[in-house]
């Protein structure tokens, strides 16, 4: 946790941000995994930790723009609490680390929201994403829970998203720390990728890196030969030789802000010339994509740059003809490469999402693309310093997919099918680095990571 001040400031600027009204923010509540007492492992609410910082369970807080309180709502803890959990600090104790002085009973929050409402005044929230907070959102305000999404404050949404988008120096550290511990992720991944190794060991590993750090995963590791398929969060094949080993991953660092790296490593150490020549067309398309991102760049022009490049290299080994910018704009793209560019990050891995994609990516000025590929991108609009994201171009080659487009003769003025047939056992390359937008141009984050052929190669020998 921070210092109190930095909470404090942060709620003094979100609440200039609302025109009247009370706002609420649910945190976490612990998860059952199996039964009551056997749980996931506690994650705190992302909003409720940036504007009130404390990572415990069950706790709300409340803003009241009118009377200019901020409140923490929970419940003492009991002799049997202490007993099995050990000495606690108290509620006043901990609500005093985020700043503030009133602490309620979390019994009263229903009627402290109700009388507001008995009032007119408004109640702000943002839309719960687990079950539990939507039922216990529907009883305090007094709505049904299919009913919650439409009463969402937009205000509320884009006041947070105006706020938390802008990482600080503090926040940059954070995130500077959790690629860190990415880069030890990464690299024992890359020594790892052997013939005869289960994508599970090397899963335990990279994982168990994370908990080394007192961190987590940012989200579940896709460790994979399969690369091109893109989620894949199965572990179960043996690494071979002529296989490259996708790792997506990233850690959550005890402060909740976090890293997302993707690697391609061949198995055994050494790209073959088929590799290596996709592999240099999707760096190509990663540097492309870091190259534009500066302040006042709009982040659509960055992956419709990157795609093309990626396009150029696949051009000059024969898969792609044709004009290749014409064919990123006629959607061509989502052939090889069906996600995006990035997306924003901090302390969600795709940050702040929860909120609507729409909200966190996109503005009044730019909205999102309708054509493939390009509509995919998630962190589309202007740039501005303080904005963290992702630049992770990929290129696919789903068996599925080629099937789909080819059957239907879609872009085959752009797509030399004959040629990328003999591609449908190669499987996926994505590589992925994080961003900083700083005043003058970019910083990346994750440089130390090695990501050229030379570098990965170098890492694989030991
Ligand atoms: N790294 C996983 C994702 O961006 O979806
Ligand atoms: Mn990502």
Redesign the pocket.
């Known amino acids: 946790m921070f210092a109190d001040k930095i909470y404090i400031d942060r709620r003094k600027k979100l609440r200039k941000k609302i025109s009247s009204g009370v706002i609420l923010f649910l945190g976490n509540v612990e998860a059952p995994a199996n039964y009551r007492d056997n749980t996931y492992y506690f994650r705190q609410d992302s909003n409720f930790s940036y504007f009130f910082g404390l990572d415990l369970p069950g706790l709300a807080g409340v803003i009241d723009i009118e009377s200019g309180e901020d409140i923490i709502f929970g419940t003492e803890l009991t002799m049997d609490d202490i007993i099995w959990m050990g000495p606690q600090p108290k509620l006043t104790e901990n609500a005093a680390k985020a700043g503030i002085n009133i602490v309620r009973d979390y019994s009263t929050l229903h009627d402290y929201l109700n009388d507001a409402i008995s009032k007119g005044r408004r109640i702000h929230f943002v839309k719960p994403y687990r079950g539990e907070q939507t039922l216990e959102l529907s009883k305090l305000v007094g709505l049904k829970p299919c009913a919650i999404e439409h009463y969402v404050s937009i205000e509320l949404i884009k006041a947070i998203v105006s706020l938390r988008e802008i990482k600080s120096a503090v926040e940059i550290k954070e995130i500077e720390k959790a690629v860190d511990v990415a880069y030890e992720m990464h690299t024992a991944a890359m020594k790892m990728a052997k013939s005869g190794v289960y994508e599970y060991q090397v899963a335990g590993v990279v994982d168990g890196i994370t908990l080394q750090h007192n961190g987590h995963n940012s989200f579940p590791s896709i460790i994979t030969i399969n690369g091109h398929i893109m989620h894949n969060h199965t572990h179960n094949n043996m690494l071979t030789k002529g296989r490259m080993l996708v790792v ?1 991953a990233g850690a959550e660092i005890e402060s909740l802000y976090d890293s ?1 790296i ?1 690697r391609t490593t061949p198995v055994d150490g050494k790209f073959d010339s088929r590799q290596k020549d996709i592999y240099e067309a999707v760096l190509a398309a990663n540097m492309k994509g870091i190259e534009g991102v500066k302040p006042g760049e709009i982040n659509v022009n960055n992956h419709i740059a990157a795609v093309t490049t990626l396009l150029d290299g696949l051009k000059e080994l024969g898969l792609v003809k044709g004009n290749t910018h014409d064919a990123v704009m006629n959607g061509v793209g989502a052939f090889f490469m069906p996600h995006g560019l ?2 924003q990050m901090g302390m969600d ?2 940050d702040m999402e929860g909120l609507g994609e729409d909200y966190v990516g996109y503005d009044e000025k730019t909205k999102r693309s309708k054509i493939p590929g390009i509509g995919s991108l998630r962190m589309g609009k202007e740039l501005r310093p303080g904005h963290v994201f ?1 630049v ?1 171009p990929g290129c696919y080659f789903i068996p599925a997919w080629y099937d789909l487009w080819k059957g239907e003769k879609r872009a085959k003025d752009f797509i030399n099918y004959d040629k990328v047939a003999k591609y449908l056992d190669f499987g996926g390359i994505r590589i ?1 680095d994080n961003i900083l937008v700083t005043k003058d141009g970019h910083r990346v984050l994750s440089t130390k990571i090695p990501k050229t052929v030379a570098d990965v190669e170098a890492i694989c020998r030991g």
């Open positions: 997506d997302d993707t990035g997306h891995v795709h992702t992770e992925e």
